[in-house]
């Protein structure tokens, strides 16, 4: 094995190229927007990996030769959802504050959240190569599952909090005088977001299944990230589990899976994790800027204060200029330094 890149540095470099994406995407929002994508002519097609996904009803996936993918889905997962979940109060309503969270102090109450109905459609470049420079994931989907749903990385919206660490429930009594029990995240590992989306912030065992999973065999694929690389459980090709320590800053390694035998770079949500690596935490390839923003428009991270989304990409605040430079921003997230 090669020596390992030093980690600090290295994610240092993924910060920044992630803030220059966060730009190109606040200065992209409700705009005319400009793609930007590898070059897949010298990439290898992982079409034929994707098609022996499962993915599940509700999810559609077509290819446009062998380089492109489109996904469709509502967004709701194919295996449901909590009747009541535990919200923060004030962003979905959820009346009086019933439970904390545990270490983001999250004040949250009990609500019936509805579910996803209107279609959302995804385009990937499934040809992905390495970047030069890998790119920090930020809020919002990250990539999409075969049950539907979206992935996001491991942090709540402050970023700093790991959502699967801050779980909390609450049992009550209701009127029809069933006792129900809330949770921040279902049994799942599934919540919403503001905007409805429904999402994991890592390894889920309703996935898993999905994905077909068993107790003693291998992963399977689960899902598509921006990039094109595709997800993964944490078991490898044997069925044994993989080593957090094996992973490179991205959650990401290279070895043979049952949909790629001869080996495949891929994300891996290492099950159980409490930690900032439940899920992907750079993009190992490029993400074209049209999808991007594409996402930050269906999570509603455009709707955001302009100080939080940029202090979401670790970087301050400063007075916008007369004219907003969208080609330089654009070129930024194009190509990182």
């Known amino acids: 094995m090669s020596a390992r890149p030093d980690m600090a540095a290295t994610s240092r470099l993924a910060a920044a190229a992630g803030a220059a994406l966060m730009v190109a995407i606040c200065s992209g929002c409700g705009g005319d927007h400009t ?54 109060v ?24 509805p579910v996803s109905t209107t279609n959302q459609t995804y385009t990937f470049n499934i040809c992905p190569s390495a970047a030069s420079t890998t790119t920090a994931t930020s809020g919002g989907a990250i990539g999409w599952v075969v049950s539907g749903a979206a992935m996001f990385n491991a942090y709540e919206g402050d970023m700093t909090t790991v959502a699967t660490s801050d779980n909390v429930s609450y049992s009550f009594v209701d009127t029809k005088g069933v006792t129900q029990t809330a949770s921040f995240l279902d049994t799942c590992g599934g919540h919403q977001a503001p905007n409805n989306q429904y999402h994991y912030h890592g390894w889920s065992s309703c996935l898993s299944e999905e994905a077909g999973d068993t107790d003693t065999g291998p992963s399977h694929l689960v899902g598509v990230a921006l990039d094109g690389y595709p997800i993964y459980g944490d078991r ?39 930690t900032a690596q439940a899920a992907p935490r750079c993009y190992h390839g ?29 970087r301050q605040p400063s007075a916008p200029p007369a004219t907003a430079p969208r080609t330089k921003a654009l070129a930024m997230a194009a190509s990182p330094t």
Not at 52 to 81: I, L
Not at 288 to 313: E, F, H, W
């Open 286 to 314: 490029t993400v074209p800027t049209q999808l991007a923003i594409q996402m930050a428009l269906s999570t509603g991270i455009c709707s955001t204060p302009r100080q939080k989304l940029l202090a979401q990409a670790g």
């Open 90 to 113: 004030g962003l979905f309503g959820g009346g009086d504050v019933v439970a904390t969270t545990p270490h983001g102090g999250l004040e949250l109450g009990v609500s019936q959240l």
């Open 35 to 88: 793609t930007t994508s590898d070059d897949a002519s010298t990439a290898t097609s992982l079409a034929d990996g994707y098609r022996q996904a499962k993915w599940q009803t509700g999810v559609s996936v077509s290819f446009g030769g062998d380089c492109t993918m489109t996904y469709t889905s509502t967004g709701a997962p194919s295996h449901g959802q909590a009747a009541y979940y535990l919200v923060p």
């Open 236 to 274: 490898d090709i044997n069925g044994n589990q993989v080593a957090v320590s094996a992973l490179d800053e991205c959650n990401g390694i290279t070895s043979p899976t049952p949909e790629f035998p001869s080996g495949v770079y891929h994300y891996v949500l290492p099950q159980g994790s409490l």
